[in-house]
């Protein structure tokens, strides 16, 4: 069998005839570059067991590992799941990616895109509100110092937490 040691997702099962078709995609995180394979299963044992842990893989968007013992496909989930399939003959290939393959993929990155948009968001509106604490702090602070004999402890101390609060606010200002 030709499929990669790697996170790899079902894409379908589709059955033709006594045969079916295990479509399979590796992972497709920004940066990664997709690929689809294809493995034929000849006469399964049990094809509806196949079937319904690949639907439950699907539908969980579990990542599995591969592999083939003699005349077994077994396919383990992430979690431990596992099923062992027994069938006559078996052959894989890899794909060019399908028509829903790529819709899918499109739509998982939009929606990581918008998950980071909001979590950007959110922080970059902590980040703000830090500054004006980080601004009201510094004000207050420069005021402590103009209040004492220049020189004195209070006065170095105020001057030195000045320099600091000065520092953080450059900080989150870049």
Known sequence: M???????????????????????ITDYHPGAEPTAYSIFISTPKSPAELINFAKDCKLNN????????????ILETEHGEYLELEFSTINSSQRSLDTAELKEIMEQTYSWYLSENEHSRLLQSRIHEALKILNETHRR?????????????A??????QAVLINRLIKVLET
Not at 147 to 152: A, L, N
């Open 155 to 160: 006065s170095t101390l105020y001057s030195q």
């Open 62 to 73: 579990d990542y599995l590992y591969i592999c083939q013992k003699e005349n077994n496909l």
């Open 141 to 153: 602070v420069l005021i402590k110092t103009e209040t004492h004999e220049k020189g004195s402890t």
């Open 2 to 24: 030709n499929i990669p040691e790697q996170e790899i997702y079902i894409s379908s099962v589709l059955k033709h005839g006594n045969d079916l078709e295990l479509r399979l």
